[in-house]
């Protein structure tokens, strides 16, 4: 299972939005929404890409999803002709069921109906569902519509039936999400909310490497990532931000004011070296917390000396440590040469 635990889930209950509006956003971000078609659509379709894709218009999507909620509706224009179009609609999900799929047939039939309406020197175009789910747990639900029917192979060919073109972001490696660096950022950051806490870090250093020349859009996903995470994930994103070669001081430069600007630093900024160190400093404290807290509720007594061990770890000590207690059967064992 993935996920950040109740408190997090508790924070994503109170603003499911969140999701939705970074997904939107990282869509218009230049270049990204035609990396993630040519990325994801079947080759013979990508082949026939005679430019990039656009937005539709809010006007046809008003009128093509009135009441509806669909994410990002895109146009494609086809070798053959300025008509040859196709309409991509992709669905990011946070959560999973059957009724999603219900869900992207209602917007496919809609779109539909307003193709038919417009004046046309053929066939329609074709609408294809594109699904982007970065749940808790990996999708587990139907990729076919027919799968939901409780009917027999005969009757499934009279019903109507479609196949959702699907990325499931938490479960896919991190090196498959993108080779466009923008949608790849974009995709940790959606990748790292569906991540436990304990394995967040190394996810959000590889979000914070693929963005670190794009300002706006690392800002985005931070921010997001507060929202939907909580401010556990500071000292995270203090430290990823550490650990970047040189070369990287613009997303340096913008994770220290983002921290700044969440109260996460005490005092003016005396440059952005400092404001780091500031920053790791505060995340030692809460991995110092926490190592303890565990070990007391794992162990109920932590001796002086553990204190003192604690008091001088740094952090990839305390880190192994904490993780080491979820699962020890004994004080001795969670500090046991590494």
């Known amino acids: 299972m993935r996920g950040?635990?109740?408190?997090?889930?508790?924070?994503?209950?109170?603003?499911v939005g969140s999701h939705d509006k970074a997904f939107r956003k990282l869509m218009?971000?230049?270049?990204?929404?035609?990396?993630?078609?040519?990325?994801?659509?079947?080759?013979?379709?990508?082949?026939?890409?005679?430019?990039?894709?656009?937005?539709?218009?809010?006007?046809?999507?008003?009128?093509?999803?009135?009441?509806?909620?669909?994410?990002?509706?895109?146009g494609v224009p086809?070798?053959?002709?300025?008509?040859?179009?196709?309409?991509?609609?992709?669905?990011h999900k946070r959560t999973q069921g059957d009724l999603v799929l219900v869900q992207?047939?209602?917007y496919m039939a809609s779109l539909y109906e307003e193709l038919a309406r417009k004046p046309r020197k053929g066939l329609l175009a074709a609408v294809v569902p594109l699904l982007i789910y970065n749940g808790d747990e990996a999708w587990a639900g139907p990729r076919r519509f027919s799968d939901l029917l409780d009917a027999s192979p005969e009757v499934k060919r009279l019903c109507v039936d479609f196949e959702a073109v699907l990325l499931d972001v938490g479960a896919e490696p991190t090196?498959?999400?993108?080779?466009?660096?923008?949608?790849?950022?974009?995709?940790?950051?959606?990748?790292?909310?569906?991540?436990?806490?304990?394995?967040?870090?190394?996810?959000?250093?590889?979000?914070?490497?693929?963005?670190?020349?794009?300002?706006?859009?690392l800002r985005l996903f931070l921010q997001y990532l507060m929202t939907v995470v909580g401010r556990d994930a500071l000292p995270l994103v203090a430290r990823a931000a550490h650990t970047q070669e040189q070369g990287k001081e613009k997303a340096m430069q913008t994770i220290a004011e983002f921290l700044e600007s969440k109260g996460y630093r005490r005092g003016r900024r005396q440059g952005l070296k400092r404001g780091l160190e500031q920053g790791l400093e505060q995340g030692?404290?809460?991995?110092?917390?926490?190592?303890?807290?565990?070990?007391?509720k794992r162990f109920k007594k932590v001796p002086a000396e553990t204190e003192e061990?604690?008091?001088?770890?740094?952090?990839?000590?305390?880190?192994?440590?904490?993780?080491?207690?979820?699962?020890?059967?004994s004080l001795k064992q969670v500090f046991a040469p590494h």
């Open 104 to 106: 992207m047939l209602r």
């Open 309 to 329: 061990k604690i008091a001088e770890a740094d952090a990839a000590t305390l880190t192994r440590w904490l993780e080491a207690s979820l699962d020890a059967k």
């Open 78 to 91: 086809l070798l053959g002709g300025e008509e040859a179009w196709v309409l991509c609609l992709v669905e």
């Open 28 to 74: 218009k971000e230049e270049g990204v929404a035609e990396a993630l078609l040519r990325e994801r659509l079947p080759a013979s379709l990508v082949a026939r890409f005679a430019g990039p894709p656009t937005h539709l218009s809010e006007s046809f999507v008003d009128g093509a999803l009135k009441g509806s909620l669909a994410d990002v509706v895109l």
């Open 4 to 15: 950040l635990g109740v408190g997090t889930r508790a924070a994503c209950a109170r603003d």
């Open 284 to 296: 030692l404290e809460a991995l110092r917390v926490a190592t303890r807290r565990v070990l007391v």
């Open 175 to 217: 090196g498959r999400l993108s080779s466009h660096p923008t949608l790849k950022g974009g995709l940790l950051g959606l990748k790292a909310a569906a991540t436990p806490l304990s394995e967040l870090e190394p996810v959000l250093r590889e979000m914070v490497d693929a963005l670190a020349e794009e300002q706006s859009t």
